[in-house]
């Protein structure tokens, strides 16, 4: 175990499925406390594995190990400090351990509905907040009657607990709804579990807009929100273009706030970090969905260039140093201009990392890029966020260079991948 603790005496952190997002996490909180490492599951999927740097953590467990509770006990022995969520995998697992141990956290009860997308939309629109209308179902027959009474108006198809825009459809007529509905039934989802049932939900006009935060005692920190662009696919799904950082005096940022924090509260998330995505609609926002997680693009490197705070250090600091958090703007500041510019593998094949990374590299605005493949790795066209063979931060001053950089990479990338 090589944990670059410079505190090994002091209370351990719990960290609950440490994959994707959740290793820079463990890195920043890896030189102040030692860690312990929780796996809500053994099965993985093996590119999340990888992502987990376990020689920062001091002890690994897995709750297949005997379950909840002896799980609990285990963890007790180190008398812990506090518990965090490192990954969506690991959102419901992360309430029961630490309400067990008797540590800050959101509450267990309403663990599901941070995770079921239908569950969620119903939580908010109890606590009076506007949500699309929907449908959970087991059956296409039930879909195809639900879609005839929109009258032809579009509708979103989706599994329930899913992760990354996995099998997210928009269909405009019935064969595309049963396609769907048929696809997505019975599969196994990003989150490794079966679809037993699906969701539908009205298509939302407008733009879409992610909010990232952090939450302590009930209040919300907001640390960035992006507006983001998509392209559909040849099937009806969105590919994630870029999202650009919004200004923080942006005329429609009170409103999209206010509802985002809404979210918040009726989803019980008081402690930790929380990714929420809105449409904000001609009749005002509306909830896409909300991850009690860090933001799967989480990069403090460039938010820190760009805003000078990022999420995960206001996640460190909400469980270790409250005081400070207190102190830190409830709402983030602009210092330099940023896009978060996704990739788009146009044939798939071996992935020329180097190429792209030197491609990168030319650019003024450039700042980082975090891939998914090795070079000459085996990729395929890019239909969601997870085939994605990446995602690159472009920060500056000047909005028009990184415009312009934005689309001498893309003539680029439409070439060579």
Not at 63 to 91: C, K, M, N, W
Not at 135 to 146: G, M, V, Y
Not at 208 to 221: D, F, L, P, Q
């Amino acid at each position: 175990m090589t944990n670059p603790c410079t505190e090994p005496n002091a209370a351990p952190l719990v960290l609950v499925d440490a994959f994707s997002t959740g290793a820079l996490l463990a890195q920043a909180l890896a030189t102040r406390r030692p860690l312990l490492h929780v796996r809500s599951r053994d099965d993985m999927p093996a590119a999340f594995a990888a992502s987990c740097p376990r020689h920062l953590f001091a002890a690994h467990y897995t709750l297949a190990d005997g379950g909840v509770q002896p799980l609990i006990a285990r963890l007790a022995a180190h008398a812990p400090a506090a518990v965090l969520t490192g990954s969506e995998f690991g959102v419901e697992l992360a309430d029961r351990l630490a309400a067990g141990l008797g540590l800050l956290g959101n509450d267990p009860a309403l663990s599901t509905a941070r995770r079921d997308k239908a569950l969620m939309a119903e939580r908010v629109a109890a606590a009076g907040l506007p949500v699309a209308g929907q449908l959970r179902t087991e059956s296409a027959a039930e879909a195809l009657a639900w879609f005839a009474a929109r009258q032809g108006a579009r509708v979103v198809v989706k599994p329930l607990d899913s992760a990354g825009s996995d099998n997210v459809f928009i269909c405009q007529d019935a064969a595309q709804v049963k396609a769907a509905v048929e696809r997505i039934l019975g599969a196994t989802n990003l989150m490794m579990r079966a679809n037993s049932a699906v969701l539908l939900q009205d298509y939302l006009e407008g733009d879409e807009y992610v909010i990232n935060s952090v939450s302590h005692a009930g209040r919300h920190w907001i640390s960035d929100v992006w507006k983001c662009r998509k392209t559909l696919s040849a099937d009806g799904r969105k590919i994630y273009d870029y999202e650009d950082l919004q200004p923080a005096d942006a005329a429609e940022l009170p409103a999209l706030l206010d509802y985002a924090e809404g979210v918040l509260d009726a989803l019980g998330i008081a402690y930790g970090p929380a990714h929420t995505e809105l449409i904000l609609t001609a009749a005002g926002p509306r909830l896409l969905e909300t991850g009690a997680r860090l933001s799967g693009l989480a990069n403090p490197d460039a938010l820190q260039a760009a805003t000078g705070n990022d999420q995960v250090a206001l996640t460190c600091a909400c469980y270790l140093d409250p005081p400070r958090l207190e102190a830190t703007p409830r709402r983030y500041r602009v210092l330099r201009q940023a896009r978060c510019l996704n990739l788009i593998a146009h044939r798939g094949g071996a992935f020329p990392r180097a190429a792209v990374s030197a491609r990168l590299e030319s650019l003024e605005s450039f700042q980082s890029a975090r891939f998914r493949l090795a070079e000459g790795a085996a990729g395929v066209p890019t239909v969601d966020l997870n085939s994605s063979p990446g995602a690159v931060f472009l920060v500056h001053p000047d909005p028009t260079r990184i415009a312009a950089d934005y689309r001498a990479y893309r003539d680029w990338e439409a070439a060579t991948l």
